[in-house]
């Protein structure tokens, strides 16, 4: 019986190390998950603050970059936030980091979604015609930047130091991330203005001579469209715009923004990279909500630098699809 005991004991004592090993292995699993996490979320912060830093470094003080080196350096910018929200997306939230990663994915589509129209209007900014409605709409985006910084700070980052320091984790805080500069400056468009100006006078982003585009064809999968009259396209199919655009002008341009909406519904936008002065080029923008029924479909094309002329740039369709 004293053998049997000892026995039964012995074999108590061992499945309980089996379970404290296993148990602190989990534990160790988990508590490694959480800092990976945090150390993920850190890197991607720290390289915001440096995009941060550049992008505000060029509005502050532009140096001697030209229009179009302005420009690609913004484009530069909302590309690499656009990469940044895409690792956040990627993000696996380990433990109870759930509440936490829904808020850092906010903060970072707030922060990529903002830029990427600040890019798109840059150029157009930049220039004459349509400069201070894109500028205006520059400047509304800087509120957007400043509702990310706000959630990240109110929300995000407490949530995720709250949950490292109830697992016992204290040397992996995320630090602090303020995309918008201290205080109010860019949320005022005026101070908008001023920087842009400031680049487009000293350099003249506008090429001389005549500048100038023309929307000169529509079409919905194949199905050619025309002002006051009606096209019916088949709805089996995803439906696709094409847009045909000449430049009328007598310099290249770049970057040319097209929009199609639907009943003044959400714009899809595609931009066709370079046309050559004379040439047509044409974009397809997929409608990513089929319509049904009869619809209003209208296409936009947006003003370049020193078009002065813009009533050839839009045109409004009627299309039944079936």
Request: hydrophobic content about 40%; overall charge negative.
């Amino acid at each position: 019986m004293l053998r049997r005991g000892l026995a039964l004991g012995g074999g108590l004592i061992l499945l309980i190390l089996i379970v404290l090993g296993v148990k602190g292995c989990l534990d160790a699993r988990a508590h490694r998950a959480l800092s990976d996490y945090a150390r993920d979320v850190s890197q991607i912060v720290k390289e915001t603050e440096q995009t941060s830093k550049d992008f505000f470094g060029k509005l502050e003080d532009p140096g001697a970059l030209s229009g179009s080196e302005f420009t690609n350096g913004v484009n530069a910018d909302s590309s690499a936030m656009d990469n940044y929200a895409s690792r956040i997306d990627g993000l696996s939230a380990p433990g109870d980091m759930g509440q936490a990663q829904k808020a850092l994915e906010l903060v970072y589509e707030l922060r990529s979604s903002a830029m990427a129209v600040i890019a798109s209007k840059m150029s157009t900014a930049l220039g004459d015609a349509g400069a201070p409605k894109a500028t205006a709409t520059i400047a509304r985006q800087m509120q957007s930047l400043l509702a990310g910084d706000v959630v990240y700070e109110q929300v995000a980052r407490p949530e995720i130091d709250g949950v490292l320091a109830n697992n016992g984790i204290s040397d992996s805080d995320v630090p602090k991330s303020t995309f918008l500069p201290d205080g109010t400056k860019w949320l005022e468009e005026s101070a908008v203005a001023d920087a842009l100006g400031a680049i487009s006078g000293a350099t003249g982003t506008t090429a001389a001579g005549l500048h100038g585009l023309g929307l000169v064809g529509t079409s919905v999968n194949g199905t050619e469209l025309v002002e006051g009259g009606e096209a019916v396209v088949a709805a089996e199919e995803t439906l696709e715009v094409e847009v045909q655009v000449q430049n009328l002008g007598e310099s290249t341009e770049n970057g040319v923004s097209v929009s199609v909406s639907v009943d003044g519904g959400d714009t899809l936008t595609e931009t066709i990279e370079s046309i050559a002065a004379g040439e047509i080029s044409s974009v397809s923008i997929p409608l990513t909500s089929p319509p049904t029924g009869t619809v209003t479909l209208e296409v936009d094309v947006e003003a370049v630098p020193g078009e002065t002329v813009t009533q050839n740039n839009e045109a409004s369709y009627t299309v039944t699809v079936e």
